[in-house]
């Protein structure tokens, strides 16, 4: 029984069966995995290898058996594909052996982690076994299984080394699952002319290009607007705040770029979202004392950070060549800001303890240089943006 199609022999045999691991689409899940544990680890103080590298391994096998069924309904079933590096003999062999590798990992952390983490696990190889060609063909679950999947790698991680859910992780798990739809509504947007062809009914088949596109976009804001709300409601520490804005800018950015290059921009930021969410989650770095504290720098700080930020607006101002036009800008915006200042200082509304003392027109000089390096920095900010969508 030949396992390559195209040639005989154990290095061919090889070779074809690890052309199934993509590590772009196998990478995430894997690392949700590891996530959940070290996650865990942080709320009971340890980490036990053995039960993380368990739950991967069963992830990992996982996404394999989604691989290679794939492939065997793309090329032998459908016709889909135009070559496939193993024969439908070998297909099978390569599902039997992920199943047991599966079963066997399953069975592994039902022992060290207990039953709730393998029930939660035991669904993500039925969603990459039965995922071609039964849950590829409604766009439900065509669009949920992948990032269903990745949610239930981090609750089953994580209850393995927990014991048992918290509000935290289900929250993280919910956040994923929404930016992860997104992304994979704009991700099948790419096969768009090729799925109507075969009646392959995506997001985007059944809602056309542009309805499909905003669908995830509405998917990506849920899972950034709901870490902003978890962050203030506590169940997420301040510092994942920051994932939001580095996620958002690269959802700025991918939101005018075609499905291809949005889809290779956004996988790529959810790396960095989640690897920023998991920073902020294990130091939290917004809480208890500073690593920086510049108000050594006594009454000249906040004159310092106007100098630095004013120094980043200058420099928009000047990449955008809008200097001229923030200024005139500014001068109409100042006596309004002006007026306002005074007035909020003068009811107490706030109180500048770590300034100069010297004042003009009964305010800190402080505050004059506020009112013109925040518009400028705003106005820099616009002006590179409107000059990149030129």
């Known amino acids: 029984m030949a396992i390559a199609r195209h040639q005989s022999g154990t290095v061919p045999a090889a070779r074809a069966l690890a052309s199934q691991i993509h590590p772009v689409f196998m990478l995430p899940p894997v690392a949700v995995s590891l996530t959940g544990s070290l996650l865990a680890a942080r709320e009971t103080g340890s980490f036990v290898p053995t039960v993380a590298a368990l739950h991967a391994t069963a992830i990992f096998a996982a996404v394999y058996t989604a691989h290679i069924t794939d492939g065997y309904v793309d090329f032998f079933v459908r016709g889909e594909d135009d070559d496939h590096p193993l024969s439908a003999a070998g297909c099978r062999l390569a599902q039997v052996g992920a199943g047991i590798v599966f079963a066997t990992a399953l069975a592994g952390v039902f022992l060290t982690g207990g039953a709730g983490a393998a029930a939660l696990t035991a669904p993500t190889w039925a969603l990459g076994y039965f995922h071609a060609p039964q849950l590829d063909t409604n ?58 062809s075969i009646d392959k009914r995506t997001v985007a088949v059944v809602l056309g290009p542009r309805r499909a596109r905003r669908v995830a976009e509405g998917f990506l804001a849920a899972g950034l607007l709901g870490v902003a709300v978890l962050a203030a409601l ?21 939101r005018r770029a075609d499905p291809r290059v949005a889809t290779m921009l956004l996988v790529r930021g959810a790396y960095v979202f989640l690897a920023l969410l998991l920073v902020a989650l294990w130091y939290r770095p917004m809480t208890g004392p500073l690593p920086v504290d510049i108000g050594v720098l006594g009454p000249y700080t906040y004159l310092v950070t106007e100098v630095a930020f004013g120094g980043l607006a200058l420099a928009l101002l000047w990449r955008a060549d809008a200097i001229a036009n923030a200024a005139r800008t500014i001068a109409v915006l100042y006596p309004l800001a002006y007026v306002w200042d005074w007035y909020t200082l ?34 820099g900010i616009h002006e590179m943006l409107r000059g990149n969508d030129r």
């Open 139 to 196: 766009p439900v679950t065509a669009t949920g299984g992948y990032p269903a999947g990745i949610a239930l790698a981090l609750l089953g991680a994580f209850v393995a080394g927990n014991g048992s859910l918290t509000p935290t992780a289900i929250a993280l798990a919910g956040v994923l699952l929404a930016v992860l739809l997104g992304i994979k509504v704009i991700d099948d947007a790419q096969d768009l002319a090729y799925d109507r």
């Open 234 to 254: 506590e169940v997420f520490p301040t510092g994942t705040i920051l994932a939001v804005f580095a996620f958002g800018a690269v959802s700025a950015v991918a």
């Open 346 to 379: 003068e009811v107490g509304v706030f109180a500048i303890e770590l300034r100069t003392g010297i004042e003009l027109l009964a305010i800190p000089i402080e505050e004059h240089l506020f009112m013109i390096v925040v518009p400028a920095l705003v106005l």
